[in-house]
């Protein structure tokens, strides 16, 4: 827990949007192993039907479990998010699409560039535990709307450029048909509410962290993305693309898809009571 809450500090003293990646690191291409790595989760079998327990998974958000510090450290008291600190809004996100990041932050699959702690902090959470957290976010509905970023503060920070967002609303409803960039709504949906369980909710989503992962995607820092789709994408964007898309998905209200799509988790028999 100790060394988890140092490093948290140590990130932290990064300064106010100190987390965006700099242009030199983008231009970084990722070693063709990385690029190259299977988006399989590495989920034991016995996980994918079991059902989080909401009450839980808001205990541990909250007050966190052993060497897991509380998940609102870095994304906020109902996880929105925090542009200061480039986390993601993770409130209103499919129970599939944030149990299957868990595993591949403890898989290594992915890797955390932002804070540089979810890989130690996955590795720490047992399966029950990946899955409470995530039925938790999942449940949460009321305050979304709330979590879009401030552009105009943004702006002011002068840290991170902000781009236009009536220039990503073209984008994210009809692509860039002259460079074959498919309009993000073919698989986000409208406003980027998502499609689950495989396509996650981008409207609503951080700005900072919505640029950081586009540019991650782009340089394939970032390559957990099944058969490699987003890093297609996101290769054919310049970085004025991926700060219109930002600008236009932040500002843009999600949309609730309904239920969290979490595995039937059928009632225990009773006793003496055979099925």
Same mark, same amino acid.
Request: glycine share 10%; hydrophobic share 40%; proline share 7%.
């Given at each position: ?16 949007? @100190? ?96 804070? @540089? ?40 920070? @002068? ?60 340089? @394939? ?55």
């Amino acid at each position: 827990m100790r060394r988890f809450l140092t490093a948290l500090l140590a990130a932290a003293a990064l300064g106010a949007f @100190g987390v965006v990646w700099s242009e030199e690191q983008a231009a970084e291409p990722a070693p063709a192993a990385e690029a190259a790595a299977p988006a399989a989760t590495p989920m034991p079998m016995e996980a994918l039907t079991l059902a989080g327990n909401a009450e839980a998974g808001a205990k541990i958000f909250a007050e966190g479990k052993g060497e897991a510090p509380p998940c609102m450290s870095c994304h906020g008291e109902k996880g929105l998010g925090d542009d200061n600190m480039g986390t993601p809004r993770l409130a209103g996100q499919g129970f599939v699409y944030l149990r299957k990041q868990l595993y591949e932050f403890a898989a290594d699959r992915r890797t955390d560039t932002t804070m @540089g702690v979810m890989n130690g902090i996955a590795r720490a959470l047992s399966d029950q535990d990946k899955a409470d957290i995530s039925a938790y976010e999942a449940s949460i509905r009321e305050d979304v709307l709330a979590s879009a970023s401030n552009l105009e503060e943004i702006k002011a920070a @002068g840290a991170v450029p902000v781009g236009e967002k009536h220039l990503g609303k073209g984008i994210v409803l009809y692509g860039i048909p002259e460079r074959n960039v498919p309009a993000c709504t073919s698989c986000h949906q409208y406003n980027g509410r998502g499609a689950l369980p495989v396509y996650p909710s981008i409207g609503g989503q951080r700005y900072v962290y919505l640029v950081n992962q586009l540019k991650m995607w782009r340089d @394939g820092s970032r390559a957990n993305d099944p058969l490699a789709q987003m890093r297609a994408v996101a290769g054919k964007l310049s970085d004025e693309d991926i700060y219109n898309v930002a600008a236009y998905l932040t500002s843009a209200p999600p949309i609730s898809i309904g239920n969290s799509r979490q595995p039937h988790q059928p009632e225990p028999a009773a006793a003496g009571v055979a099925h």
